[in-house]
């Protein structure tokens, strides 16, 4: 949305395409306080103003999930899942990354049934009942945040013994009385048949636990959705476009911003930086043609 304002801001027309949420992942953060010049946001509101500004200044939005980019000359050809099919001279990919998975028996068999990946969307499910929440990073620790609100319990397990998350974030959770730190451990396996009811821990020592939970918050990190666009951009090992600051890839016209670039840090002021960086270097090639 930032790289559509630029480009609109620049004179040129914008239309963002949006298969789930615009905004992406922000949406599931129920609290941003590291944004410059806001206190303190819903990821939810942060994602509607900047839609709002990028509609007040002429992006149009369409809700559907690109399914291939075909190149023309200098023309590039988008399609869409609907069938929808939309050209430009520049395309710009922010495809962001998705929730991983922790890769152990019966994960896809649950989701929906007790194993979840978003806090904020399914946190109310488990309102007085206790949960378990994996990871180390901020997102780990902004849900278990979240759910300790609610939730009669919150175990927040994670397989080293400090957090990669914000210190001032472990410092709130450690004065919760309904949250318990299961440190140097992973999740081995999940309890419960048609629903969760249960996960097993190990930790590094090898000794095992089971612990009774309802709900499992999966935050263990994202990958990058980019395979659809392996023609046009060079991708790392791990999947996410290897292009540097100036957002170009080998594919003259595409360019690529955000999380689903190879970068070392991955924040909403990152991903807006990137924003304005590809579409102005959109425009430069669009003005060159
Ligand atoms: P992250 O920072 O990459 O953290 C992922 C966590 O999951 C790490 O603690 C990692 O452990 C653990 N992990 C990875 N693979 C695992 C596995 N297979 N099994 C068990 N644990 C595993 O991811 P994130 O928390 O989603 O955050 C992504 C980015 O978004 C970060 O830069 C974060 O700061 C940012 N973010 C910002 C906000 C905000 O500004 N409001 C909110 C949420 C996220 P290790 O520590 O051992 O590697």
Redesign the pocket.
């Given at each position: 949305m930032t790289a559509a304002l630029y480009a609109l801001r620049a004179g040129k027309s914008a239309l963002i395409i949006e298969k789930n949420a615009f905004g992406g992942?922000?949406t599931w953060?129920p609290?941003?306080?590291?944004?410059p010049t806001i206190e303190s946001i819903s990821?939810t509101e942060l994602a509607d103003r900047l839609m709002e500004q990028a509609m007040n200044q002429g992006a149009e939005m369409e809700l559907d999930e690109v399914k291939s980019i075909e190149l023309d000359g200098d023309i590039k050809r988008v399609t869409t899942e609907f069938g929808a099919q939309f050209e430009a001279k520049a395309v710009i990919i922010a495809t962001g990354a998705k929730?991983?998975m922790?890769?152990i028996d019966r994960e896809n068999e649950l989701v929906g049934a007790g194993v979840c990946f978003c806090a904020v969307c399914d946190g109310a499910f488990y309102k007085g009942r206790p949960v378990a929440v994996?990871?180390?990073?901020?997102?780990?620790?902004?849900d278990a945040m979240l759910l300790s609100e609610t939730c009669s319990r919150v175990y927040l397990i994670?397989?080293?013994d400090s957090?990669?998350?914000?210190a001032k974030l472990v410092e709130a959770l450690s004065a919760k009385e309904n949250v318990e730190f299961v440190l140097n451990s992973?999740?081995t396996a999940l309890i419960g048949e048609d629903e969760l009811t249960g996960i097993s821990v190990t930790d590094n020592t090898g000794a095992s636990r089971d612990i009774a939970v309802d709900g499992l918050f999966v935050?263990?990190?994202?990958a990058p959705d980019n395979g659809i666009f392996s023609e046009l951009i060079e991708l790392d090992k791990g999947g996410y476009a290897d292009s540097g600051e100036d957002c170009l890839t080998k594919t003259a016209g595409i360019f690529v911003a955000g999380?689903c670039r190879k970068k070392t840090?991955?924040?909403?002021t990152t991903a807006a930086a990137d924003g304005s960086a590809a579409a102005l270097a959109a425009c430069t090639y669009i003005d060159s043609l």
């Open positions: 992942q922000i953060s609290k941003v306080e590291n944004f990821g929730p991983r922790l890769g994996n990871g180390g990073g901020n997102s780990a620790l902004q994670h397989r080293r957090f990669r998350g914000e992973s999740i935050a263990i990190g994202h999380d840090v991955r924040q909403l």
